[in-house]
């Protein structure tokens, strides 16, 4: 686990981890969710979509970006405050899914951090981009 306090961080630093996106994933992410859209459970459904097939839950991988932020970089202690996303391309079931953190500006008074992040696929296809603010332990 990550413990990055405000003093550790530097501009461009930065964390990657990756990710395998399967089915059962996606059915658990439905049910807690209670996003049960057909795009992402139905393949017959989604067959017959823009997507030809069935397609991730954007917040399923989306939600992976929250747990890089929280166990990795910056890591314990550190309070999500605000995300912002934007979804690039899909991501199938099947896809590995590289998520990438990066120190884009701080405030050492407030000990805040605005994030970089990105998700990629195995590809190297943005699928994901964003900002995250967050307050880092000090």
Aim: with cysteine; charged share 30%; hydrophobic share 35%.
């Amino acid at each position: 686990m990550g413990s990055y306090s405000i003093r550790d961080i530097k501009v461009t630093d930065y964390v990657e981890k990756e990710f395998y996106i399967d089915e059962d994933m996606g059915r658990k992410f439905a049910e807690l969710s209670g996003d049960f859209n057909p795009v992402h459970l139905d393949a017959e459904y989604a067959n017959n979509t823009m997507f030809k097939g069935k397609i991730a839950h954007g917040m399923l991988v989306a939600s992976f970006i929250s747990g890089v932020i929280g166990n990795d970089f910056p890591g314990e202690g550190t309070i999500y405050m605000k995300q912002d996303l934007q979804f690039v391309k899909p991501v199938r079931y099947g896809d590995t899914i590289k998520v990438r953190i990066e120190a884009d500006s701080i405030n050492e008074e407030k000990a805040r951090v605005t994030l970089k992040t990105e998700c990629f696929n195995q590809h190297e296809e943005k699928v994901i981009t964003g900002t995250a603010l967050v307050m880092v332990r000090r």
